[in-house]
């Protein structure tokens, strides 16, 4: 719109043909562009608010899998809306808070997917339901010789996600973290 109207005014400029007629021309064609546009953006609005509305109806149902540590942390491990479940990650841990399987990646992994599985389960979904996985390790050279592990997880499709490298995770000797979203 405001290209329009640039052009619009070099076009008169050049010609310097500005009457009052084609002042009043120019004025109607802004001002109808500019209701056109501002009229979509209200019905954008109206849409969200409505969305909104209606996702404001569902219930809110938390769960956490160790409850003394998660408090200690200040998380909660899972939270379910609706239809859409959030886990947060899981990590290699028994249920005072300690790392287990220190320095073995597979190890680690298959106790994430374990403590993994039970969230699913207490709300009743199932790795069939997951959507996004993402995972992160610091050592991702280490998590590609054990990876292969997910097809026993993930039988009918795999979910989208990330694969991310990092420096650290919250406890020393942690090599993998595994957060994931589910729907049904």
């Known amino acids: 719109m405001v290209l329009y109207y640039h052009l619009l005014i070099n076009s008169y400029s050049k010609h310097k043909i500005m009457t009052k007629t084609s002042l009043f021309a120019l004025s109607l064609v802004t001002g109808s ?20 509305k209606v996702s404001q109806t569902d219930t809110v149902n938390y769960f956490n899998l160790r409850p003394k540590v998660e408090k200690d942390y200040g998380y909660s491990h899972a939270v379910q809306i609706g239809n859409d479940l959030k886990i947060s990650g899981a990590v290699s841990m028994d249920d005072s808070g300690l790392l287990v399987a220190a320095g073995n990646m597979d190890q680690q ?7 993994l599985d039970k ?30 592990y997910r097809n026993s997880i993930y039988k009918k499709q795999f979910p989208t996600g990330s694969w991310l490298e990092v420096k650290g995770l919250a406890l020393p000797g942690q090599l993998i973290e595994i957060e994931m979203e589910a729907h049904k």
């Open 33 to 52: 562009l500019f209701f056109c546009s501002c009229n979509g953006t209200e019905n954008t609005n109206a849409k969200t608010e409505k969305e909104t």
């Open 109 to 115: 992994m298959k106790n994430c997917y374990s403590d």
């Open 119 to 148: 969230v699913l389960k207490h709300y009743g979904y199932t790795f069939d339901d997951v959507v996004v996985e993402n995972i992160f390790t610091t050592n991702m050279e280490e998590f590609f010789k054990v990876s292969t």
